[in-house]
């Protein structure tokens, strides 16, 4: 849990920290939703391929490898200026370099949360989750926060003055080398996860092949009347829950008139709700998961109430409920997600074939809003957009699963089967 908090909250912070090297750049703001599309599309390219590298070797080493390749990420953001790139070669270079620490972030997250189903049964997966996911979620929206304390006047100019690293001079500088002494932090946390002693069958290394067997997984998968209604859900969640990150930072400067770090703060304040979210979300028993669904079409309504509000107060009690219900229902649907996928597939699998439709609806969403941005769409026209389809979507998914219920009423009694890898013994 250490490691997986660490290592995001790092990702996350260099999000922001990548947005203002764009700024410092004078990019266009249609391009800082797009280091975060960069972000995502390693892991659409990759997903054929990760789950079998995580499955591969303990799961400790795959985080701990796959975390150093984000640190190469960071420091090729670092040395943006160094190759005598001109002004927007350089901006490009800040996406690639991102999308470097996707490559690890893609090749991380199956190991994540792959061990976790290595260690406890289905009755616990969704007590554990609910640490993981609210953990993830939380280091998603902190780490955003601590990006934007980096690059703030105040923090920025003391860390620069103690001239940790020669020639440092911007406040995007003296945050990428914060940020990366944390992903040190997490590396740590890596070499003391213990091994499981999980074995699995020896995986394939021919690319062919493996695309092969992952578009046989993702069919799997959303065939199951209870796994294609959870990987609905959560594609739908992090794809929204990416949008709404990057939707907060400019609705706090249109609307609340504040500058990037103030406006990456707003994001730890939802984070408050979404460890309540998380902690309560801990009591669902997993044959129960199923009820949380209304939630998400809340959540999706409350989005419609930012537009109106603008005292501080206000809108930070409208922050907080929205990552309270956010954490309330993604946790049990996750948890659902990972145990179908445990009992059809296998973990890294399993959580590479989630991946793949999360980052998949992240691209769509954050291109969508980036279009808007470039079209010059108000940002409170494009919330109210936003929350109406989310709330939309969500009825839609409650209507597939009654239907799933009707064809099936013995449907919830699958949850909590112990069966293991149903489809790699086909």
């Given at each position: 849990?250490?490691?997986?908090?660490?290592?995001?909250?790092?990702?996350?912070?260099?999000?922001?920290?990548?947005?203002?090297?764009?700024?410092?750049l004078h990019g266009p703001s249609w391009l800082a939703p797009m280091a975060k599309w960069s972000f995502a599309l390693s892991y659409v390219v990759l997903a054929a391929f990760v789950g079998a590298f995580a499955d591969s070797r303990?799961?400790?080493?795959?985080?701990?490898?796959?975390?150093?390749?984000?640190?190469?990420?960071c420091l090729l953001m670092f040395c943006y200026g160094s190759f005598g790139l001109t002004t927007d070669q350089q901006t490009y270079l800040v996406l690639v370099a991102y999308a470097v620490v996707g490559i690890g972030a893609a090749?991380?997250?199956?190991?994540?949360?792959?061990?976790?189903?290595?260690?406890?049964?289905?009755s616990l997966l969704v007590k554990g989750n609910s640490w993981i996911e609210?953990?993830?979620?939380?280091?998603?929206?902190?780490?955003?926060?601590?990006?934007?304390?980096?690059?703030s006047p105040a923090i920025s100019s003391r860390i620069l003055s103690w001239h940790i690293v020669p020639?440092?001079?911007t406040p995007a500088e003296a945050a990428l080398v914060v940020i990366a002494l944390v992903y040190v932090v997490a590396a740590i946390f890596n070499l003391l996860i213990p091994r499981t002693g999980v074995i699995y069958p020896p995986q394939h290394t021919s690319p062919v092949r493996l695309v092969k067997e992952f578009s046989y997984y993702v069919r799997t998968l959303w065939r199951d009347k209870l796994g294609q209604i959870s990987l609905a859900v959560t594609t739908l969640f992090w794809g929204a829950g990416a949008t709404l990150q990057m939707v907060v930072i400019e609705w706090g400067g249109q609307h609340l008139g504040l500058t990037l770090d103030e406006s990456s703060i707003l994001m730890g304040v939802a984070a408050v709700g979404t460890i309540g979210g998380a902690i309560l979300a801990g009591r669902v028993p997993l044959k129960r998961a199923l009820t949380v669904l209304s939630m998400g079409v809340g959540m999706g309504f409350v989005v419609l109430l930012m537009p109106l509000v603008e005292n501080m107060v206000a809108v930070y009690i409208l922050l907080i409920l929205i990552g309270g219900l956010g954490g309330f229902f993604v946790v049990p649907?996750?948890?659902?997600?990972?145990?179908?996928g445990h009992v059809l597939l296998s973990a890294g699998h399993s959580i590479a074939v989630q991946n793949f439709n999360e980052q998949?609806?992240?691209?769509?969403?954050?291109?969508?809003?980036?279009?808007?941005?470039?079209?010059d769409i108000s940002i409170n026209v494009i919330i109210v957009m936003f929350g109406l389809l989310v709330s939309s979507l969500m009825l839609m998914i409650m209507a597939w699963n009654r239907a799933n219920h009707?064809?099936?009423?013995?449907?919830?009694?699958?949850?909590?089967h112990h069966g293991y890898g149903t489809a790699l013994k086909r």
């Open positions: 849990m250490a490691a997986q908090f660490f290592s995001s909250l790092a990702d996350n912070a260099l999000l922001i920290a990548a947005i203002a090297l764009i700024q410092q303990p799961k400790g080493r795959v985080m701990f490898y796959t975390n150093t390749i984000k640190v190469a990420g090749a991380y997250s199956p190991a994540k949360y792959g061990i976790v189903t290595e260690m406890l049964p289905p609210g953990l993830t979620v939380v280091s998603v929206l902190l780490g955003v926060m601590v990006g934007g304390a980096l690059i020639g440092l001079s649907m996750n948890a659902l997600l990972q145990h179908r998949l609806n992240i691209l769509l969403m954050v291109a969508a809003y980036s279009l808007m941005l470039w079209m009707r064809a099936d009423p013995n449907l919830d009694d699958q949850i909590g």
